[in-house]
């Protein structure tokens, strides 16, 4: 069943790509805006902007029941949810379903498996997904010793009664354990009134990899490459790249595989993530979770393959076969994206909403922009921070990081405070260059250099 | 109301300047017409006439018992005409979010109010319905309901105006 209408229940840039998107498949579109959206460059190009509530997301954006009886009162047959917001709720996914509109998304019962925690560890178990290696509840240091010895150091325990780093120690040799064992277990009975640890393995330098997958429904998954997003500030992804330069072939190949295993079994439906850890030093991966719904930095892939992820997320979710094959699909040159956001990194990375007084984009060839800002627009205070992304594509990594380089440099935008110079300092950063970073460089050697640094 | 052409103009114009009327007010979404004999109230109520696409006039008539204001929508696509000229002296009854609008409890019933009806600031004058639950939307002001808005059963917007009352002083 072709769809005829959709529904756009989200903002900013996304709403605008789906909207774009529906458009050139002749798919007319209804956007929900909240009062504060009711000028943005999607209302515009939507065929149609229906006022859905105030400006706060929760009388807005998060509200299932008004977005779902204005897609219903706007004749609408399919719902795209974009990220964020509503996009991975199962309960949204029902109620689009018990009343006839399409959910562009896996089903509810999909959403509920990979998106808890320990049902989706359950179904990389039984999909020989590897993760990373660890314990059951320890009673002693003797026996950590003896488990430690077969996960490989260096380990780290765990309190198995909560977080937050209480009980938590890294231990790099079997002595560090013996000393260490009986301390942690103390912590954690202070802090949760329960001693018991368990033992997992410690990733000392890790990679953030991902792999870009769309599934028919039907059990056919198909995977688009890999993306790295190792660039992190506090778990927000700030530049991703595609392929993952890092990993061999043979690793690679091995990751995209898991992918397919561990949706395969669920017949996952629609664009998806499946996110692993890279051990640097162990050359290995190990899954963290799914996620179900197209994702932030996906036009990497789809400069890599050349593909539309959303007009294929709107094909599966009609019901169309899958158009294509993985033998079809080809990985060509290296893309990087960086996340242009509203916030000031000389200040802790205070949010700047606000007028934008001057937006001044780079343009040229291999250089994309996904943003709904323009001369004039209205960052406003009430939503994420994140204010477009800026892709650029190049031959090989070397030439694609000069040409955000430049991108970068080209870029101006006045009236509010971005992150656009920091974006700069990290790409022309030596260890970047040389793609010698991990999760926490950022965090560890930029940030806090940076944040004393004056001006850029 | 669809498109007000001039010579509908005209034709009030016309039949005010011969009635024994004081005063004329017309309200839609799109249009406002004030006129009156008075010239105080006409320079109290002047405004720009605000776009190319107002009527224009026999310079004669411009000149003089009228004043006209012409508002346009934003876009065609922003439905919700938040921004709707409210006319002088009245009050707006905005929905509280996206809904169905209905005039009565339940259908066939007698509708919470008719025009030229008094109400009170509790007064319960419509509801709106978002997926099977109600919502009472109340006057809010103590006046008299001069205008409903909205046709029973339509879907509003968020802010969209519903019913005109004007406030007892």
Known sequence: ?456 | MTEVKPEDVEALVEIFDQSDWSELRIASSNFQLYLSKDAAQRDRHRVAVSTPAAPSMSPQRAAGSLSVQHTTAASTHAAAPADAAIPDGMQAVRAPSLGTFYLAPKPGAAPFVTVGQRVEPETEICIIEVMKLFTAVRAGVRGIVRRILVADAQMVEFDQPLILIEPAD
């Open chain 1, 1 to 456: 069943m072709a769809l005829r209408r959709l529904f756009v229940a989200n903002r900013g840039e996304i709403a605008l790509r789906i909207v774009r998107a529906a458009k050139s498949l002749g798919i007319q579109t209804v956007l929900a805006v909240s009062a504060a959206d009711r000028d943005s460059l999607a209302a515009r190009e939507a065929d149609r902007a229906v006022v859905i509530g105030p400006a706060p997301a929760r009388a807005s954006y998060l509200n299932a029941n008004l977005l779902v009886h204005a897609a219903l009162a706007t004749a609408c047959d399919a719902l795209h949810p974009g990220y964020g917001f509503l996009s991975e709720r199962a309960e949204f996914a029902e109620l689009c379903e018990t009343n006839g509109i399409i959910f562009v998304g896996p089903t509810a019962e999909s959403i509920r498996t990979v998106g808890d925690k320990l049902s989706a560890r359950a179904l990389a178990k039984t999909s020989n997904v590897p993760m990373v290696p660890g314990s059951g509840m320890i009673e002693s240091a003797a026996e950590a010793q003896r488990i430690a010895a077969e996960i490989g150091y260096p380990v780290v325990t765990k309190a198995s009664a909560g977080g937050g780093g209480r009980g938590m120690m890294v231990a790099r040799t079997a002595n560090d354990l013996a000393t260490g064992f009986d301390k942690s277990s103390h912590e954690a009975k202070e802090a949760f009134g329960d001693g018991t640890l368990y033992l997992e393995r410690y990733v000392e330098r890790a990679r953030h990899v991902e792999v870009q997958v769309l599934g028919d429904g039907q059990g056919g998954i198909l995977h688009f490459g890999e993306r790295d997003c190792s660039m992190q500030r506090r778990y927000q992804k700030m530049v991703e790249e595609a392929p993952a330069a890092i990993l061999s072939d043979a690793v690679r190949s091995r990751l995209h595989q898991a992918a397919i295993q561990l949706l395969a079994p669920i017949r996952y439906r629609n664009a998806g993530t499946v996110e692993f850890l890279y051990d640097m030093d162990r050359d290995e991966f190990y899954f963290m979770e799914v996620n179900a719904r197209i994702q932030v930095e996906h036009p990497v892939s789809e400069e890599i393959t050349g593909v539309d992820l959303i007009q294929l997320q709107l094909a599966v979710a009609a019901g169309e076969p899958l158009s294509l094959t993985q033998d079809a699909i080809h990985c060509q040159g290296h893309a990087i994206e960086v996340r242009i956001i509203a916030e000031d990194p000389q200040r802790n990375f205070a949010p700047s909403p606000g007028r934008i007084t001057k937006w001044q984009a780079p343009t040229g060839a291999g250089v994309r922009l996904d943003s709904a800002m323009f001369d004039g627009a209205l960052v406003p205070p009430f939503y994420d921070s994140m204010i477009g992304k800026l892709i650029v594509r190049g031959e090989h990594r070397a030439d694609a990081v000069e040409r955000m380089r430049q991108a970068l440099a080209d870029f101006q935008i006045e009236g509010i405070a971005t992150n656009l110079p920091l974006l700069r300092a990290i790409v022309a950063h030596p260890d970047y260059l040389a793609n010698q970073i991990e999760t926490k460089w950022l965090e560890r050697l930029i940030l806090p250099t940076f944040g004393n640094s004056k001006g850029n």
